[in-house]
């Protein structure tokens, strides 16, 4: 267990409202990603980072922003949800060739 | 940019029997690690297996081997007795210098 842990669990929001999921570490790894869940897509990255305020985009990274500030604090923004953005979300962190995956946010936006 | 391709999309396999599952990964880099990762209704993301590219010898975790050939760029996993509580969703997945890239995912059953 490498000690992720992602915050909300759940979250309903409106559309055009933002919203900010957290991922949480406390072994000091130095990658960090996040991901969104989809059936058929399987997880796709949205953006990434590889130090404190070194951060990457992914495959699906538009409509997304991503903070860095602390080691052990990983923040997702959607700026303005959208429908679209309704589904799973895993935070994960990488370290000498293993990953580890938080629990994942389930974010449904009506 | 790294891409993971899983073509079997559902499998099934009855109780005991062995099955096997694709992936394929395109890749410049030439120093990665590959994995395979069992996602049961929990959502929780469960490692399998993992393979190191520099490495010929094919992992293996008990019931579970892998045939990693790095010259085709393929990887598959090989699921040996078969248990009921294998059901779950596989993905495979690629890691290379800085981000982590996964397929779409077989969706494994197995049946009494």
């Known amino acids: 267990d490498a000690g992720i ?3 909300p669990r759940h979250k309903v929001t409106e559309t055009g409202t933002p919203v900010t ?23 796709r990255l949205i953006h990434y980072s590889y130090g404190v305020k070194d951060t990457d985009k992914g495959e699906v990274s538009d409509g997304y922003s991503v903070s860095r500030s602390k080691t052990e604090d990983f923040l997702l923004t959607l700026e303005s949800a959208t429908s679209s953005q309704t589904s799973v979300y895993f935070c994960a962190i990488s370290s000498g060739g293993r990953a580890f995956f938080g629990q994942g946010t389930r974010l449904t936006v009506v | 940019a790294q891409t993971v391709t899983q073509s079997q999309p559902e499998m099934s396999v009855q109780e005991a029997e062995t099955v096997t599952l694709s992936c394929t990964y395109d890749t410049s880099e030439s120093n990665y690690y590959l994995f395979w990762y069992k996602q049961p209704p929990s959502r929780q993301m ?6 190191e590219a520099y490495k010929q010898q094919n992992a293996t975790e008990n019931r579970f081997s892998v045939n990693f050939q790095k010259a085709a760029k393929s990887f598959s996993l090989k699921i040996s007795d078969s248990q009921l509580g294998d059901t779950a969703m596989y993905f495979c997945a690629f890691s290379g210098i800085n981000d982590m890239r996964f397929g779409a995912g077989t969706r494994l059953t197995v049946k009494p």
Do not use: A, F, K
């Open chain 1, 5 to 7: 842990t992602q915050s």
């Open chain 1, 21 to 43: 999921l957290r991922c949480h570490q406390t072994e000091n790894h130095r990658y960090m990603y996040w991901y969104r869940q989809d059936p058929g897509h399987g997880l």
């Open chain 2, 46 to 51: 469960i490692l399998v297996i993992r393979q």
